[in-house]
């Protein structure tokens, strides 16, 4: 297609990925993101099936290799912190013999972004203001850097898009919350064990320790109705509500919260899905959760990558951009569809509500055999 110039916003997984390959294709992307750098915080991802030959011809796997987890092994404990449930998971995961790679999203998108950075303009600490399409192009107007016009833009902003919100309509028209709210943070030093995710439930709550190269992670999952006046980019308010939730639980959470009182990078939201009828409208289109988000338990950032690299094609072998969004959605929503459609199963398996549901899940766990959990 004759459009080059293309606006991406956000600069998590799909949307280096996506200036990657579309420079490739001898377009000219520019990648708009809020934040002043990278994030660090966030949960452990994968990087498995369709993403793995995007991340091999990127020339990023030894990168995610060093930066894996290595995690080896599931390990459930009660309130006292006695082991009550182990689950192998592979030894060699994050190696060369093993292609799948589990690693901390944020050194996903460091990778990502170096892969990027020498094809794609990058603008930090800036987000779009106003989109205003006509049949030639996209008028944009940012917070801080003056009006551009561009082809096309690209919403690859996550949960809460902007490009979404703009082009689209309300958040509340597409997002649905799942019942679950997440918060993770680092914390100083390794794991110990160093190769263990460790697992605590009460109903309807969990807390894990996960390992990663020389510094652990902690998660909150928790179940909650939709929280009222509840605000993304308030951290004061996201230390206050997993304080609450997590009051009088037992285990090391008493001294997990303080970290999480003390911490500078947190994040938290909620777990939520996100269905569109489209994902494009005109010369706008949407990729990654913007698009067809499950939060933390729908491979999103490997659907992420796979969706870059199938719409950075499409817009590249078709005639324009209209017959390229169509092509890029028809391709992409029969691998989007299956993961939001089974995403209540890991839900009821990750957090049971009862502490019935906790002890049949940890017999379970005691039955899987090895190699299961990974």
Known sequence: MTSRSVLISGAGVAGPTLAYWLARHGFQPTVVERSRDLRSSGNPVDVRGPALPVAEEMGVMPRLRDAATQATALRVVDASGRQVARVSMPAARGTAGYREVELPRGDLAIALHEAARDGAEFLFDDTIATLRQDADGVDVTFERAEARRFDLVIGTDGLHSTVRRLAFGPESDFVTHMGLYVATLPLDGPADPPHDVVLYNSPGRLVALHPSRGQAGAAFIFRSPAIAGFDHRDTGQHKRIVTEAYAGAGWRVPELLERLGEA??????????????????????????????????GDGSSLAMAGARTLARALAEESGHAGAFRRYESEHRALAGPKQRNAGRSTALLVPRTRLGIAARNLAARLWPSGQAG
Not at 268 to 297: E, K, M, N, Y
């Open 264 to 297: 500078g990078d947190l994040y938290f939201d909620s777990v939520s899905r996100v269905r569109l009828p489209a994902w494009a409208r005109g010369r706008i289109a949407l990729l990654g959760d913007a698009a067809s988000c499950v939060s933390l338990f």
